[in-house]
């Protein structure tokens, strides 16, 4: 079982946008802002998209955002591609000076 | 294009002691201050950080693999390495090694993974 929890899937259509929830506790995305988020298609290693809540890495698209309110952190992928169609990790950093991860997001793109 | 590459066995029997490799192209483990470490993936446990070293400063382990982890480097050849004893099927997983841009709790590459298995 992971530490920080997300949704097992969500679904958007061409277009649209959605947004993957990430929920840990006070001793880790409510304590640091360092909060990342990963993009993992089929078959390949996972890509940095967002990294400490909300900057985006160079080269990823302004439809990536990112924030963070309490122990809840959130991606926003806006402008919908069938590119975008991939698994999305959070991690954060803890208290215990460790990084834990999500269970992962399988986004669909209808 | 800094580039990752795992290598060492795919399958490992109970309790012996799993050696990995990472070789880095692109540019050198010598060059800057990084963390250079190893995350794993299984589909009990999702991603879990296994421990990193820093290459101006000491190795960082996760404190429930701690017991049974040596990451080290090679500097000669431009490749880092990951030992773990004491293997049980709950080891079972993809390893990817990777690089951390500051601290270790982001990644900016990862190299594509490693799928060991444990059994006999």
């Known amino acids: 079982q992971s530490a920080l929890t997300q949704p097992p899937s969500v679904s958007g259509s061409l277009g649209q946008s959605v947004t993957i929830s990430c929920t840990g506790t006070s001793s880790d995305v409510g304590h640091y802002n360092r909060v990342s988020w990963y993009q993992q298609p089929p078959g390949t290693a996972p890509k940095l998209i967002i990294f400490?809540?909300?900057n985006r890495p160079s080269g990823v698209p302004h439809r990536f955002s990112a924030s963070k309110s309490g122990n809840t952190a959130s991606l926003t992928i806006s402008g919908l591609q069938t590119e975008d169609e991939a698994i999305y990790y959070c991690s954060s950093y803890t208290t215990n000076t460790i990084v834990v991860f999500g269970g992962g997001t399988k986004l669909t793109v209808l | 294009q800094l580039h990752l590459q795992e290598s060492g066995p795919g399958l490992v029997k109970p309790s012996e002691t799993l050696s990995l490799t990472c070789s880095v192209s692109?540019?050198?483990?010598?060059?800057?201050?990084?963390?250079w470490g190893w995350i794993r993936q299984s589909p009990g446990k999702g991603l879990e950080w296994i421990g990193s070293l820093y290459s101006c400063g000491t190795t960082y382990y996760n404190p429930s693999l701690k017991s049974r982890v040596t990451i080290s480097a090679d500097r000669s050849k431009n490749e880092f390495s990951l030992k773990l004893t004491s293997l049980t099927a709950a080891d079972t997983a993809v390893y990817h090694c990777v690089r951390h841009p500051t601290g270790w709790y982001e990644v900016d590459y990862w190299g594509l993974g490693r799928l060991v298995t444990v059994a006999s």
């Open positions: 400490e809540v909300y």
């Open positions: 692109g540019d050198s483990i010598n060059s800057g201050c990084f963390f």
